[in-house]
């Protein structure tokens, strides 16, 4: 019976075309509940000349569009099953391995590929090995700093290859390679796709691309030009005077005093960072970054744990926390921004603040054909203010103050010139007649970059010079391994040698692309006048008003988390002079 049922199902499958298409109409029809739609329908089989006639309401029809029915969903599950599947393969396996063909045949070297989880165990082997125990107290960062990189192009060469997942990420140590890559001239390669949790914190000029980058950079510029920078040397000073003066009191109380920089200069560019963009509403600024800080801490705990998509909407504690904290932020950033458009519209403040002259540009472009931001724009880019501006010159600092205590024939020379120029407050024309100064600063951010590596990814298949890249491979430009290369900067290029960049950067090295901690090309760092100015000053005030050694308690453990950090602090002994 059951044999019978299928065996003319299945003949009535066979059928001409016409038949199937008028039984799956009906099918339709039945399922749409329109069983007594329209006419019944009768076709005529081209080969036997035979005409069949089909009643929606006939039983034995019904149980053939049920049958077709389920034989079409099942088919329809069957393929979408298999598409997905093949598609799986595809992107986790047979992609992954081409890709990995391509660049061995052009005589690129690399660790092989592993199913999914790429390289990403031993990178995090490496890393925890390294970064278990301090390390001597020499400039030879490198090992414990970014193992893996190094381990990578020692075994594998200069331009080399890993898996970050299923990506092949290619680790480009050749400056003249560098170069292209960071020219970009066809707009061929993108910062990596981001984890869109990380968005959380800003969608601001580092996160744009192509058209909508380069209009909001030109509208930004502006406010970061020298010019305008000038003016906010007097507000480092007041930033870099109140720190000193609690470090004055505490000093006072021995006759020398133990203290960590690092969370004092955290704060002192946190202050500074609010004072420059906000100018008179700082402390609402500094209450934002506050709230900043925590929003990131929570961000980089969530990054640090399995990606699942969507998860970041479930309203899980630590969600609703980022969630509520992003709300805060924006709404009280919104009413800085209005109280500044307002005071600005009134005159009676001024738009001498980073702020305030990103409106007051923006309100200049506003009627121009290009338009201006939004308020949500600006919005995103004070957030960035803090993420790119406050952390990195905070660890230079560090770093400097660290470098300096352990070389004090340096630490004397520059305090000897600062005495010299400076008055009792650094002003604009002292800061720019610090020669001695400046050079320790630069083989400070030689030896210890507090942003370690630039990441890019090409977005299309794409040639660097000879070598093609397949569209997806993600590309690391390791500034700190470069740095530290003796091809570059000589045998001694572990050694703190501020003398070699006493002609100027471009004399520094054997090859004048060998130092960008900025950054190179259309997108080095918007604030690299703005940091250099501050560090000069920071630097200048404290070396007028302490002398400096390293603490006992100190140990060389550099380690980085965003930047470059002293992972268990950076202990000093003061002494006021
Ligand atoms: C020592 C201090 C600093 C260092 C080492 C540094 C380093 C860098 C680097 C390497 C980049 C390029 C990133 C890339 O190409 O992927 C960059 C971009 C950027 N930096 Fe800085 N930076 C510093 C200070 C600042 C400050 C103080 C600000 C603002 C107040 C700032 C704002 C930015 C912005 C907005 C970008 C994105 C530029 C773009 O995409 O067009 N930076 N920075």
């Given at each position: 019976?059951?044999?019978?049922?299928?065996?003319?199902?299945?003949?009535?499958?066979?059928?001409s075309?016409?038949?199937?298409?008028?039984?799956?109409m009906?099918v339709?029809?039945?399922?749409?509940?329109?069983?007594?739609?329209?006419?019944?329908?009768?076709?005529?089989?081209?080969?036997?000349?035979?005409?069949?006639?089909?009643n929606?309401?006939?039983?034995?029809?019904?149980a053939?569009?049920?049958?077709?029915?389920?034989?079409?969903v099942?088919?329809?599950l069957a393929?979408?099953l298999?598409?997905?599947?093949?598609?799986?393969?595809?992107?986790?396996?047979?992609?992954?391995?081409?890709?990995?063909?391509?660049?061995?045949?052009?005589?690129?070297?690399?660790?092989?590929?592993?199913?999914?989880?790429?390289?990403?165990?031993?990178?995090?082997r490496?890393?925890?090995?390294?970064?278990?125990?301090?390390?001597?107290?020499?400039?030879q960062?490198?090992?414990?700093?970014?193992?893996?990189?190094?381990?990578?192009?020692?075994k594998?060469?200069?331009?080399s290859?890993?898996?970050?997942?299923?990506?092949?990420?290619l680790?480009i140590?050749?400056?003249?390679?560098?170069?292209?890559?960071?020219a970009?001239?066809?707009?061929?390669?993108?910062?990596?796709?981001?984890?869109?949790?990380?968005?959380?914190?800003?969608?601001?000029?580092?996160?744009?691309?192509?058209?909508q980058?380069?209009?909001?950079?030109?509208?930004?510029?502006?406010?970061f030009?020298?010019?305008?920078?000038?003016?906010?040397?007097?507000?480092?000073?007041?930033?870099?005077?109140?720190?000193?003066?609690q470090?004055?009191?505490?000093?006072?109380?021995?006759?020398s005093?133990?203290i960590?920089?690092?969370?004092?200069?955290?704060?002192?560019t946190?202050?500074?960072?609010?004072r420059?963009?906000?100018g008179?509403?700082?402390?609402?600024?500094?209450?934002?970054?506050?709230?900043?800080?925590?929003?990131?801490?929570?961000?980089?705990?969530?990054?640090q744990?399995?990606?699942?998509?969507?998860?970041?909407?479930i309203p899980?504690?630590?969600?609703?926390?980022?969630?509520?904290?992003?709300?805060?932020?924006?709404?009280?950033?919104?009413?800085?921004i209005?109280?500044?458009?307002?005071?600005?519209r009134?005159?009676?403040t001024?738009?001498?603040?980073?702020?305030?002259?990103?409106?007051q540009h923006?309100?200049q472009?506003?009627?121009g054909?290009?338009?201006?931001?939004?308020?949500?724009?600006?919005?995103?880019?004070?957030?960035?203010?803090?993420?790119?501006?406050?952390?990195?010159?905070?660890?230079?600092?560090?770093?400097?103050?660290?470098?300096?205590?352990?070389?004090?024939?340096?630490?004397?020379?520059?305090?000897?010139e600062?005495?010299?120029?400076?008055?009792?407050?650094?002003?604009?024309?002292?800061?720019?007649h610090?020669?001695?100064?400046?050079?320790?600063?630069?083989e400070v951010?030689?030896?210890?970059?507090?942003?370690?590596?630039l990441?890019?990814?090409?977005?299309?298949?794409?040639?660097?010079?000879e070598?093609?890249?397949?569209?997806?491979?993600?590309?690391?430009?390791?500034?700190?391994?470069?740095n530290?290369?003796?091809?570059?900067?000589?045998?001694?290029?572990?050694?703190?040698?501020?003398?070699?960049?006493?002609?100027?950067?471009?004399?520094?090295?054997?090859?004048?692309?060998?130092f960008?901690?900025f950054?190179?090309?259309?997108?080095?760092?918007?604030?690299?006048?703005?940091?250099?100015?501050?560090?000069?000053?920071?630097?200048?005030?404290?070396?007028?008003?302490?002398?400096?050694?390293?603490?006992?308690?100190y140990?060389?453990?550099?380690?980085?988390?965003?930047t470059?950090q002293?992972?268990?602090?950076?202990?000093?002994?003061l002494?006021?002079?």
């Amino acid at each position: 019976m059951r044999a019978t049922y299928f065996q003319r199902t299945a003949k009535l499958y066979l059928t001409s075309p016409e038949e199937s298409s008028i039984r799956l109409m009906l099918v339709c029809q039945k399922l749409c509940h329109l069983d007594n739609f329209g006419p019944n329908r009768s076709v005529r089989n081209a080969s036997s000349n035979k005409s069949t006639t089909f009643n929606c309401n006939n039983p034995q029809y019904l149980a053939i569009f049920w049958m077709d029915f389920f034989v079409l969903v099942t088919t329809s599950l069957a393929f979408i099953l298999l598409y997905g599947v093949a598609r799986l393969t595809y992107s986790i396996w047979l992609k992954p391995k081409l890709q990995e063909r391509l660049l061995k045949q052009q005589g690129i070297r690399g660790r092989p590929y592993k199913l999914l989880v790429g390289d990403m165990k031993e990178f995090v082997r490496q890393i925890t090995e390294a970064w278990s125990k301090p390390i001597n107290l020499t400039h030879q960062i490198v090992p414990r700093v970014d193992p893996f990189t190094l381990d990578n192009v020692q075994k594998y060469g200069k331009v080399s290859f890993c898996w970050a997942g299923t990506r092949p990420r290619l680790i480009i140590k050749d400056t003249e390679l560098m170069k292209e890559v960071l020219a970009n001239k066809q707009g061929h390669f993108q910062k990596p796709p981001l984890n869109p949790i990380i968005l959380i914190l800003s969608r601001g000029l580092t996160t744009l691309e192509g058209e909508q980058w380069s209009k909001r950079r030109r509208m930004i510029n502006p406010a970061f030009h020298l010019e305008k920078l000038k003016g906010m040397i007097p507000v480092f000073s007041v930033s870099c005077g109140q720190m000193i003066e609690q470090w004055k009191k505490m000093a006072s109380l021995q006759s020398s005093y133990e203290i960590d920089v690092w969370p004092e200069l955290q704060k002192l560019t946190a202050d500074a960072i609010s004072r420059t963009a906000f100018g008179s509403s700082y402390e609402e600024g500094k209450k934002i970054f506050h709230l900043q800080k925590e929003l990131i801490s929570l961000t980089l705990e969530a990054m640090q744990s399995l990606y699942i998509p969507g998860f970041r909407f479930i309203p899980t504690k630590k969600n609703q926390r980022r969630k509520k904290l992003d709300k805060d932020i924006t709404s009280m950033l919104r009413n800085v921004i209005q109280m500044k458009e307002n005071g600005m519209r009134t005159g009676q403040t001024r738009a001498d603040d980073l702020l305030g002259m990103l409106l007051q540009h923006n309100n200049q472009c506003a009627n121009g054909a290009e338009g201006g931001m939004t308020t949500e724009d600006v919005i995103e880019e004070c957030k960035q203010f803090y993420l790119a501006g406050q952390e990195t010159t905070a660890s230079w600092l560090t770093w400097a103050i660290i470098v300096l205590a352990l070389h004090p024939e340096w630490q004397e020379k520059a305090r000897e010139e600062v005495l010299q120029v400076c008055g009792k407050e650094p002003d604009f024309e002292a800061i720019s007649h610090l020669k001695i100064v400046s050079i320790p600063l630069h083989e400070v951010l030689r030896l210890y970059p507090p942003v370690i590596a630039l990441y890019q990814h090409a977005n299309k298949d794409t040639k660097i010079k000879e070598i093609s890249l397949p569209a997806g491979v993600d590309i690391t430009l390791p500034i700190l391994l470069i740095n530290h290369d003796p091809e570059l900067w000589g045998d001694d290029a572990e050694e703190f040698k501020p003398e070699r960049f006493s002609e100027g950067v471009s004399k520094a090295s054997k090859d004048q692309l060998a130092f960008f901690p900025f950054g190179w090309g259309t997108r080095t760092s918007i604030g690299q006048n703005f940091a250099m100015l501050e560090a000069k000053v920071a630097l200048a005030m404290i070396l007028q008003h302490f002398s400096f050694k390293l603490s006992p308690s100190y140990s060389h453990a550099p380690y980085t988390v965003m930047t470059l950090q002293p992972q268990h602090g950076a202990q000093i002994i003061l002494h006021q002079i």
